[in-house]
């Protein structure tokens, strides 16, 4: 299931077909999809409509659970708690006064939502900044951007994507996160990491990728491996 059937999609679909795969597409731009169970892949580009969709599936290759893990931080944090895996001290606030009033606590903070699909999240240096943007968020339409959730801020952030057994931008830390993927089961995953000196915390997961013809054997490889049920 796609969002679009450029050139990049084409391809993919077309080496599928080539290993002897029988595939059926669904452009969402162009058709509506019922329920239909079965296997699919989700190439969406938005992690709220392809969790809606998941659900006319009996099996997707990034599962529904990764999806309900990518728009709500707090369960992706205790689930990630439960594997073993270090997480951040977090708190919810839904008052601007009281997103400043956490914030001059930490001094430098890491003002997110409940997803980073919403594309809000972001390092605030004052109180009175971070008390600014959740007064913003307050007019904005969606209701998940009216909730903050407030992390101290780490030192740098890492983007990481994983495809199957690859792991992009991952440096030193790709055997780290790619059985942090197993461990999770999203096979096409993006990453946002925080570094707090040498120690290593995840802040936030997209069940999408980056689709680009220097993606595509990646991709392949990683839908065939879901497929015969190597993941």
Not at 75 to 98: C, D, K, M, Q, W
Not at 146 to 154: E, H, Q
Not at 165 to 177: A, T
Request: proline content about 4%; aromatic content about 8%.
């Amino acid at each position: 299931m796609l969002s679009k059937y450029g050139p990049v999609e084409q391809r993919i679909h077309n080496e599928l077909v080539s290993k002897g795969f029988r595939v059926s597409l669904v452009n969402t731009r162009d058709d509506g999809v019922g329920y239909v169970g079965g296997k699919a892949v989700l190439l969406l580009d938005d992690a709220f409509e392809a969790f809606v969709i998941s659900g006319l599936f009996e099996d997707t290759l990034n599962p529904r659970d990764v999806y309900i893990m990518a728009i709500n931080r707090a369960l992706l944090f205790r689930e990630l708690s439960r594997l073993g895996y270090p997480t951040p001290e977090v708190s919810i606030a839904l008052n601007p006064n009281v997103v400043g009033k956490l914030i001059k606590g930490l001094g430098r903070a890491y003002l997110a939502t409940p997803t980073p699909a919403l594309g809000l999240d972001g390092i605030v240096t004052t109180w009175e900044g971070g008390k600014s943007v959740a007064e913003h968020r307050m007019y904005m339409a969606n209701p998940l951007a009216r909730i903050n959730m407030v992390i101290r801020a780490p030192d740098r952030l890492i983007n990481a994507q994983v495809i199957g057994d690859e792991c992009v931008g991952c440096g030193e830390l790709g055997n780290w996160v790619l059985k942090l993927s197993r461990d999770i089961r999203c096979l096409m995953c993006t990453y946002t990491i925080g570094a707090y000196g040498s120690d290593y915390v995840v802040l936030g997961i997209e069940p999408r990728i980056e689709l680009t013809m220097n993606t595509v054997n990646n991709v392949v490889d990683a839908i065939v491996g879901w497929l015969d049920g190597r993941w």
